[in-house]
């Protein structure tokens, strides 16, 4: 079966500082791979999303970059810092075969910064 | 432009009754509708999916879904509620656009209060 894993699951960062966020999953090959931000517990928000190794589009412009240097790892990384990226981030992953996959998300991490 | 909306942010049940979380759709061509379900501090888990044929959804959990195309819904439903399912749901959609990645859009979520 297929699992998905986040670390770390909490982070408290001053401002500034640099981030990387890691997801892997196993029991499966190329997937699609995705980083969402959910602020205040609600919205999801699609950060980055990735259909192969080295190929990452980003959804919005920002104070963060993703890289998937593994067809199973995908990293969301970040050089500064800022109040505003404070969250909950959640990795998820589809197939890539046939349209309209679910896709199955990771436990988060959740993202302070002071 | 594909998009789901969840009219309600919060809905509460007492335990034992039936609950219901409304969803509407907008989309162009076959709909493809999903739910989710977020515990706290925790990722969405996959509840179920419609993609064609039955309009009745079973899921996980003892959920279902009604589509309904004249009204664009697409329901979430539990015939008897209890306090464990209390937790955020989003409904969600695929995403418009080129660039494939099986995307999807979310909508805003309704929270189910259950109560003894």
């Known amino acids: 079966s297929q699992t998905i894993h986040q670390w770390p699951a909490t982070l408290v960062q001053p401002v500034g500082s640099p981030l990387s966020l890691e997801c892997t999953v196993e029991?499966?090959?190329?997937?699609?791979l995705y980083w969402y931000r959910q602020a205040a517990g609600r919205g999801l928000q699609l950060l980055f999303y990735s259909v192969g190794i080295g190929q990452i589009s980003s959804e919005v412009p920002q104070n963060l970059s993703a890289s998937r240097p593994q067809d199973r790892q995908f990293i969301l990384s970040s050089k500064k810092l800022l109040l505003s990226d404070s969250g909950f981030y959640l990795c998820?992953?589809?197939?890539?075969?046939?349209?309209?996959?679910?896709?199955?998300f990771g436990p988060g991490t959740r993202l302070t910064v002071l | 432009a594909q998009s789901v909306a969840q009219p309600e942010d919060q809905v509460n049940v007492a335990e034992g009754n039936p609950l219901t979380v409304k969803c509407t759709y907008s989309?162009?061509?076959?709909?493809?509708l999903f739910w989710y379900v977020q515990y706290p501090n925790r990722g969405l888990q996959f509840l179920l999916k419609?993609?064609?044929?039955?309009?009745l959804v079973k899921g996980s959990y003892g959920f279902e879904a009604e589509f309904n195309k004249s009204q664009t819904s697409f329901h979430l439903k539990k015939p008897s509620a209890l306090v464990s399912d209390s937790a955020l749901y989003f409904c969600?959609?695929?995403?418009?656009?080129?660039?494939?990645?099986?995307?999807?859009?979310f909508g805003t979520g309704t929270q189910l209060k259950v109560e003894l």
């Open positions: 029991g499966t090959s190329n997937p699609n």
């Open positions: 419609y993609i064609t044929g039955d309009n």
């Open positions: 989309v162009s061509g076959n709909p493809y």
């Open positions: 998820a992953w589809s197939v890539q075969t046939g349209l309209h996959n679910e896709q199955f």
């Open positions: 969600a959609v695929p995403s418009d656009g080129l660039g494939g990645g099986n995307k999807l859009t």
